[in-house]
């Protein structure tokens, strides 16, 4: 079955440190992954593609096979990266996308 | 902001009431969702559109229907055989073709209370 997991329900750190926000996979075909975020009253956004290969805001995001994972990725947290982050898979070729549970990360001062 | 809109911010119900949420997009994207976002279980599709007149049910379609009779507008009805109604409910849009294509633009959200 396709899934997407995020271990993850809070995650803080202190401004400065590195973060990791952790997604898994279950697939079969070749999907295509996205991390979305949401902050504090605002609509939930696309913050990046694998497909991209792009660094957004400092994030950055690898797609491991192996691993079936796709953890995104910031060596030094600011304040103002405090939100809601979605991890979200799509069947390539389909209009499915399946989304995790979300990673609440918290930057503390 | 613009791009997809949604109509009430917030919406409360009777039981045993149907109540029908609005969503519009003016990006032109031909395919639409409704998912439903409840805490600590993401989001979840009720049920997408691919293109005017046809939508397909997503995972959890029971107790709600759709319609797509044009590009811009995809309301979502929450009947009364919904069991459990209250909850955060986001419309999204996207192309079907091209670079950007299965990338979704969400609008502000709904929140639908059952008294």
């Known amino acids: 079955a396709q899934r997407v997991t995020q271990p993850e329900k809070l995650l803080s750190v202190f401004k400065g440190a590195p973060v990791e926000l952790k997604c898994n996979y279950s697939y079969s075909g070749s999907p295509e992954l996205f991390w979305y975020v949401q902050y504090s009253r605002q609509r939930l956004q696309l913050l990046l593609r694998h497909i991209s290969r792009e660094s957004i805001k400092g994030f950055t995001a690898d797609l491991n096979k192996g691993e079936t994972s796709f953890h995104l990725k910031k060596p030094f947290a600011q304040e103002e990266d405090s939100a809601m982050y979605y991890c979200a898979l799509s069947d390539t070729g389909g209009f499915k996308t399946i989304f995790g549970a979300g990673t609440r990360l918290f930057v503390k001062a | 902001d613009g791009g997809i809109t949604q109509s009430p911010k917030y919406l409360f119900r009777k039981e045993g009431q149907n109540v029908t949420l609005s969503c519009e997009q003016n990006l032109n994207h031909d395919a639409m969702y409704w998912y439903r976002q409840d805490p600590g279980q993401g989001l979840r599709l009720i049920y997408y559109?691919?293109?005017?007149?046809?939508?397909q049910k997503g995972d959890i379609a029971e107790g709600y229907s759709v319609s797509r009779e044009k590009k811009e507008s995809f309301p979502l009805t929450v009947t009364s055989a919904q069991k459990n109604p209250t909850a955060f409910y986001l419309c999204?849009?996207?192309?079907?073709?091209?670079?950007?294509?299965?990338?979704?633009?969400f609008g502000p959200g709904t929140r639908l209370t059952v008294l």
């Open positions: 999204a849009s996207s192309m079907v073709q091209g670079d950007g294509k299965d990338t979704q633009y």
């Open positions: 559109s691919q293109i005017v007149n046809d939508f």
